[in-house]
């Protein structure tokens, strides 16, 4: 899961091109809560499954963390690192697999896309790096004997596609309304076991990841100009023909 | 001049529009080949060359069908390293992108992904992205490997170049994480009489002011004067108004079209993230609050059941 600036709010870039972090709050990708929700309900099916959270990022991504935590599942881990500031999706990729690697697993769960950088390919990265199938952009998903079976909107088609375990998953926000925490869920959380980690643990050089690491570089960040107000007038009965009009001088009729 | 490899978007050999745009962008940057997976080379060839690819690479292999992405990934890597391209360029859907970070991750290579523009830069290609729900516009480049770069559709209007493509059928040798996602049933998107969200001129959207699926009538009948795509909030999709194909956002379509026409939408970050970028917004609703009316060049406070409908008549009467 990714810990990202909240994207209801007014989310700018640094001077050196990477996302500022200072300005607004940050909090659990909306768009990861439906990885987390499906990994509560394949747990609530199988008396054996243990979910741990697992996420990269400066201190206040444990927040991340304890959120998923109060909504249910087991522990949690978090890499941590100033020499991972700047890492792109290979960076950071490299370091969720040698951590996942590290704990062992059945399956990883992913959501879609982060709220932030909205590439949606760190899901496959993933298992490239692991060897192991992408069953990912599932809108409904099902585990059982060992394989994954969902529903993918793709390209130009809407498949459906079976792999087998272990895989990485990835889920779409159609997946299913996540959760809220309940207040016994965040006081729960805060016992729950949460094991921090560094590179020099996962067997990361600082020149893999970061800025050293990262394989495509920023430019020119520049933000867009306003939109310049347009004329809203209220609907006097000749709305429509207000708007046929101004429609008209468009030349879009 | 340098190979471009451009991968092939296309159904049973039905080459998509946004196949045409990367052809139209390679051209900028070298000499585009085409990279056709699947049957229907020989049909697509002839659309491929009115666009300016020299050569279409074909991978005529039952795994390209029968299984997820990976099979792509092995032939475009192994075509890659056959050729030794300048760039790479594919479409940014889920499938595209996919392929372009496997592709990167194998030769070593940066990727770029959901640029709306690309041009030729000293050293090598420079994209242009919108970041932070379109509030940015950013320009980036690739520091390592080939450069691998995903577009969204619309980023250019194709232009034709013709030529007479060389085609040119690849050995690939499917590794075993090719045959790790099997594709059970695939249901090609459907192709109405209207244009497809992300190639429309015009796209009309309705939302939770539509208040149902019978409702969307109204949508439709604005965007057929208009001859234009139909799409929806997600609050519309998620009430099973319209269907998810449709919906415009974030998490869905992102669009960019001369004219966006939201009507009973509120405008929530989401969906601004996807449609800001177009050229002119005009927005209907009843809530002089909305925060669509802070994008739109013109909008009309009032129930779209009244504004709507005279204006379709309005339409039909100056077009008589």
Request: charged share 25%; proline share 5%.
């Amino acid at each position: 899961m990714k810990h990202v600036p909240d994207a209801t709010a007014d989310r700018t870039f640094t001077e050196d091109g990477t996302t500022d972090r200072e300005s607004v709050d940050s909090l659990l990708s909306e768009l990861d809560e439906y990885a987390v929700e499906q990994a509560l309900r394949i747990a609530e099916s199988d008396d054996d499954a243990e979910i741990s959270y697992l996420t990269v990022g400066p201190d206040d991504a444990k927040d991340a963390l304890r959120k998923a935590l109060a909504m249910g599942g087991d522990s949690a881990v978090h890499v941590s690192d100033d020499d991972l500031e700047g890492s792109d999706a290979f960076g950071t990729s490299l370091v969720l697999a040698k951590a996942i690697e590290r704990n062992g697993f059945d399956l990883v769960l992913c959501g879609m896309a982060s709220t932030d950088g909205t590439m949606g390919v760190v899901p496959a990265l993933l298992a490239e790096r692991l060897g192991v199938p992408a069953v990912t952009h599932l809108e409904d998903l099902a585990v059982e004997n060992g394989t994954v079976t969902g529903r993918r909107e793709g390209d130009g088609a809407t498949v459906r596609i079976q792999g087998t375990l272990p895989a990485v998953v990835s889920v779409t926000d159609r997946s299913g309304d996540a959760r809220y925490p309940s207040f016994k869920g965040i006081m729960a959380a805060k016992k729950k076991p949460l094991e921090t980690l560094d590179l020099d643990d996962l067997g990361i050089e600082a020149a893999q990841v970061g800025p050293a690491g990262a394989r495509s570089a920023v430019d020119t960040a520049t933000r867009r100009p306003p939109r310049s107000k347009g004329e809203i007038l209220a609907d006097d009965g000749s709305g429509g023909t207000v708007l046929a009009a101004f429609l008209t001088a468009k030349k879009f009729i | 001049m340098a190979e471009i490899l451009v991968l092939v978007d296309h159904t049973d050999g039905a080459v998509r529009k946004p196949t045409l745009e990367l052809l139209t962008l390679a051209r900028r940057l070298g000499e585009p080949s085409a990279v056709f997976l699947g049957q229907g080379a020989d049909f697509a060839a002839a659309a491929l060359g009115r666009y300016g690819a020299r050569k279409v690479y074909v991978v005529d292999a039952p795994e390209v069908d029968e299984y997820l992405v990976t099979p792509a990934v092995d032939a475009l890597t192994q075509i890659a390293e056959r050729t030794g391209p300048a760039a790479i360029l594919l479409p940014s859907g889920p499938d595209g992108k996919e392929t372009a970070a496997r592709v990167a991750l194998r030769l070593g290579s940066g990727l770029i992904t959901d640029a709306v523009d690309v041009t030729a830069g000293a050293d090598g290609p420079v994209t242009e992205q919108s970041a932070f729900a379109a509030t940015y516009q950013v320009t980036a480049h690739i520091t390592q490997g080939v450069p691998v770069i995903t577009v969204k559709p619309n980023a250019v209007a194709p232009e034709p170049a013709p030529t007479d493509p060389v085609i040119d059928k690849q050995d690939i040798a499917f590794g075993p994480a090719s045959t790790a996602v099997k594709v059970l049933s695939r249901t090609p998107r459907e192709r109405g009489d209207r244009p497809e969200l992300t190639e429309a001129d015009i796209v009309v959207s309705g939302g939770r002011g539509v208040n149902g699926a019978e409702n969307f009538a109204v949508i439709e009948r604005i965007a057929d004067l208009l001859g234009a795509a139909v799409g929806a909030s997600r609050a519309a999709v998620d009430a099973g108004w319209y269907p998810h194909s449709h919906q415009v956002g974030q998490t869905g379509t992102q669009v960019s079209p001369q004219l966006y026409l939201a009507a009973g939408i509120s405008g929530a970050i989401q969906h601004r993230a996807g449609m800001q970028t177009s050229k002119t917004i005009v927005a209907v609703n009843k809530d002089a609050d909305a925060p669509i009316f802070e994008l739109a060049d013109h909008g009309v406070v009032g129930d779209l059941f009244e504004v709507l409908p005279q204006l379709a008549d309005e339409i039909e009467r100056r077009r008589s």
